[in-house]
């Protein structure tokens, strides 16, 4: 199920306009209260209707039987074989508080947690404090901290005891080991270089760990800061240099409009709710090729365990998509990056449902959008990666191969 | 359709307990008589409830069109990707002999064949001769011949003109070529170096089979050997480090408890019949994660071309089916190495049906465990290789990938 890698030659400028968009953790499994899924449970009239007019399949985020992140989720929706552009959590942390990384940045995730006396870990959240206090401690560290090498600092909260930390300077690697062990009981961990290029980048963490450590002793209950994910900024292929195609992203959260923005699609203005986001879509709609645009809720509420409401921001978005389906983009791609099943409470590993609307389609007869349904679709069952290709060639985007 | 290695760190030690039952050459074609497969005459109600409450599919064992040999279609059912973990026909052989291989033997498949007077093969089986008459000649072989280099002999009767041959050493290269040339009316051939590392193999064959000559030409009618599938061991990470898990397997015949062996995997003592096989299951499950339980005899009858017997050895299995449910394992697949249609009275490429049932499965509505039913399924179509992630996700055994 490993994606071949589009040919360039294929890709032509010039073609018609997709939408894609992406019900965040739309997938799910049946709840035994129900026997459905919260998609069958769902009334969808229109995206019902959609599914009849489209072909229909199924898509593997990464591969059968890996739960995704949303990092190599979207990845592979945007056509970047996520097991080669894995990006790194310190990256992916401070797009989601949008921090404008450079080449030049080394960031990790930051808890702020609790040690005993005798420096173990009693709390890896520190209680969970609020963001306020989180915001002081982050200040106070910003401000006192000074590191070797010119290195600048810049920590960040991002909420509760969670903050990121970003390095900037010459020839930091990120092939360092983490300073949170996962678990209590135990002290933090040395920042160990795991290459040899590493060794510097292991002088400003000790240095910006012990002078973290005398700043935060005093203090209750975050004494203590624990780093992982280190990771810097790899340069990719951007999005509109590969597809030959302008591309813009309509998305609310930051780890979206990050990622978005880290393979070059230009973002557009965060909106309130999904009406001003298709409003938006139809104004900028002659100024661009390819639209991404991202709704959250399904997996908030899947995440929660929240059945019920994951149902409702289903039924929600089905409401909208009559006004999607109006601007008469050429494709019109619906589906998600993974599933986050209610009864798992988490992402899973679980194929997507995926519908593709265009003039050119070969209409399978699926006429219900759910995962059993599409599973007996003209799609099949694919590597999502595969998705940009099929969206391209429908958008009349690829030419032919050889001769 | 090329499968894609799972990523080592999403594999987390600890979950719950799977059983993996292979019926080995399961899969069929429809015979004319019927209009039906095997699978589809056979009453298997046990099967058919099972797949109503599991996620059924079809699985490739290797790629479309290839018909496996049961040694790589079981590597992956194992998880490792079969055109990258070939063991050669002479390490098979001589795990089917129940020979404890090491890593200084280099093992071949031989043939006790007959030549006629100007040395050109007239039989490739030697009249297919007895056992018996077989291990006479193994004995009279291994007791004669003296190999240069201080290498070891070893011949072992497999049955009728079939035999292994192991030669013990230091620094013997598998990179030769055959000196059975699969045909008749022309001589043996010599065993060629393929690689320069291989000359010291090759002068070791050549003293081998110039003695073998004059000790068995007398003989009649097995007055030659010929030799294929020259093999060395090659160490694999074994199954328990790469999926964090304890494995038993629980097979009767020496070839399939020597592949799980050679993995790594803890052989349990051969039983009579399923019954005991399903008991011994029963009183392991404390003490393993995996249990890897294999059933032979619908390849055979398939092999044998004899539909109506491989129509009641499903229905046989059939019948155990409620006691393996029984065992409650939290995932429990029923699946085939291979398919072996009675119409082709060999192995062949067709996909084989598969069903997993789990606390997780996304369930379908296939009701009937067969290859067309399974076709519909949610698992889709996808290559063998893929069973083993999607079953350590349903056992809890993979974390997240990526943030």
Redo the contacts between chains.
Sequence with gaps: ??A?RLPDDVVIAGGGKIILVVLDGLG???DPRFGK?ELQVARTPNLDKLASESTCG?LDP????????????HMALFGYE??EH????GV??ALGVDFALTEKDLAA?ANFATLDPSGNITDRRAGRISSDANRKLCEKLGQAIRLPHSVELFIQTESEHRAVVVFRGEGLSDALSDTDPQKVGVPALDPSPLLPEAELASEVLRSFLSQAADLLKKEHPANAILLR?FAVLRPFRSFGERFKLKAAAVAKYPMYRGLARLIGMEVLPACEDMDSEISLVEKELPNFDFFYLHVKKMDSHGEDGNFEEKVKAIELVDRKIPSLVALSPDVLVVTADHST?S??K??????VPVLLRARTCRVDDVASFD??SC??GGI??MPTVHLMSLALAHAGRLTKYGA
């Design positions: 199920m490993v071949v799910g499994i049946q899924t199924l990464i591969m059968p039987g890996i739960s995704p992140g949303s990092g190599p989720a996520p097991l894995n990006i790194g959590r992916l942390s995730r994910g099943p009864l798992m988490a992402h899973s590993w679980h194929p995962e059993l599973a007996r099949g069952r």
